[in-house]
């Protein structure tokens, strides 16, 4: 008899309240995203990398090889973050869930120094997001960045 009852009572229980995280939303992978184009504007090195899976592989404008290891990617982020952008603007974007752990973020921005008007870079990119076990959350695992050809 307590057997039945323990089975209707987890019946009755929410598919997020047996102890697993909830699926992610399409509303939350957006302010996931936002947060992590902030973090880009903010030249802050260890708010930019915070973003990051410590596996991330990506492909990078300013490096020719594939990316597979955190020494090359964080030498690439500090590139990055000395370059002072402070402006990032991604007027085109589109997020694809592909399941409860993972989500895509692909769009089309520019990147500029306020103290530079000439500065303007314009950019797309697709990142791959991934929710870490224990960790800070979503990060992204893979990311491809490319300037944007000129039309």
């Known amino acids: 008899m307590r057997i039945m009852v323990l089975i209707a009572a987890m019946a009755a229980l929410p598919l997020g309240a047996c102890g697993g995280p909830k699926p992610v939303t399409e509303a939350e992978a957006a302010n996931i995203a936002d947060e992590t184009q902030t973090a880009w504007a903010s030249r802050n090195l260890p708010a930019i990398e915070s973003r990051y899976s410590k596996t991330v592989v990506g492909l990078d404008p300013a490096e020719p090889a594939l990316i597979i290891t955190w020494e090359k990617f964080d030498t690439i982020q500090k590139a990055f973050a000395r370059q002072l952008y402070d402006t990032v603007s991604v007027p085109q974007r589109r997020i694809q869930?592909?399941?409860?752990?993972?989500?895509?973020?692909?769009?089309?921005?520019?990147?500029?120094?306020?103290?530079?008007?000439?500065?303007?870079?314009?950019?797309r990119f697709t990142d791959v997001y991934r929710r870490e076990t224990g960790g800070p959350g979503f990060v992204i695992v893979n990311e491809h960045v490319s300037l944007q050809p000129k039309p």
């Open 97 to 123: 869930i592909l399941d409860e752990d993972t989500f895509v973020v692909s769009g089309i921005g520019s990147m500029k120094k306020l103290a530079d008007a000439k500065s303007e870079v314009q950019f």
